[in-house]
């Protein structure tokens, strides 16, 4: 096997645990492996402002793949090294699809997350994931009208995000949406949220992008995550890594191996096998 270059590693359930920190563990082994040289890239569907700064302040990390893969920022550079996103009149057209269903939603325009104050009063309601709710709060700005804001903005939206409380109809949505709005993806991060980006803004090929632009194979390649989102990255490294706590049975077998979970750092566990080998984990307490 090529020695790895680059990996990709999701945030939620997957880098941070469940008290949204990053381990003691996975910190020393994330910084170990950007010494030796290897690209540390942080791979999210949150935006740049909702990235804890100690993802942001680890050892060798400079790129971010962001509401993913709308967006690959270069922290050093601050820049964009490349956007992928959904034309704003294709994504007003799914704002209308949505208003038929029980579900609340949002969206990301020009880096900020949006969604309406009713909408934002509904979380309790709508997202069961108790953990989640604060989060979904604090970096939501609100408007009256979603759709008014949108339409009368020159900018394309990186990401629309929906949930609801009916696991059946999150499942009918991840299926149906591309049917009818076929320029667009659908994935998901945690149960009972749909997640709608542009074809071209996933993990998977974010990460393929990014490593081409660094010259770095393909099978030099790594990426760890727990979630529909991460699917596709982890299908698309040289090396795909699944956490146990991963919901998702199909992300699970699209993985070459499945690491312990997030409370247990999984990162690291996984890094030590496919960097160095030799080492334990129990060095690294």
Avoid at 81 to 91: D, G, K, N, T
Avoid at 136 to 147: P, V
Wanted: charged fraction near 25%.
């Amino acid at each position: 096997m090529k020695p790895i270059k680059m990996i990709a590693i999701d945030l939620d359930g997957t880098l941070l645990n469940s008290e949204k920190k990053v381990s003691t563990k996975d910190q020393k082994m994330i910084e170990r492996a950007a010494k030796s040289g290897v690209y540390i890239v942080p791979a999210t569907g949150r935006l740049y402002n909702s990235v804890p700064e100690e993802v942001k302040s680890l050892h060798g990390v400079r790129y971010l793949i962001l509401a993913n893969g709308a967006v690959v920022y270069d922290m050093k550079e601050d820049r964009d090294v490349f956007r992928a996103e959904i034309p704003r009149e294709h994504a007003l057209e799914i704002f209308k699809f949505l208003d038929t269903y029980p579900c609340i939603y949002g969206c990301y325009m020009d880096d900020l997350s949006w969604m309406t104050l009713e909408s934002k009063e509904l979380i309790d309601r709508y997202v069961p994931e108790v953990e989640f709710r604060q989060l979904i709060r604090a970096f939501n700005e609100t408007t009256d009208n979603l759709y008014d804001m949108i339409a009368s903005r020159d900018s394309d939206v990186q990401k629309i995000q929906l949930f609801s409380d009916d696991a059946t109809l999150i499942d009918y949505l991840l299926v149906q949406i591309p049917k009818i709005f076929p320029d667009v993806v659908t994935t998901s991060s945690i149960r009972h949220n749909v997640e709608i980006n542009a074809v071209s803004a996933q993990k998977g090929i974010a990460l393929l992008r990014l490593a081409d632009l660094l010259g770095i194979d393909q099978k030099m390649t790594m990426a760890i995550g727990d979630g529909i989102n991460d699917f596709d990255m982890i299908n698309s490294a040289g090396v795909g890594v699944a956490m146990a706590n991963a919901y998702s049975e199909e992300v699970k077998k699209a993985a070459d191996y499945i690491t312990s979970d997030c409370d247990e750092s999984g990162v690291a566990e996984a890094i030590i096998k496919f960097c160095f080998p030799k080492d334990r984990i129990d060095n690294y307490a």
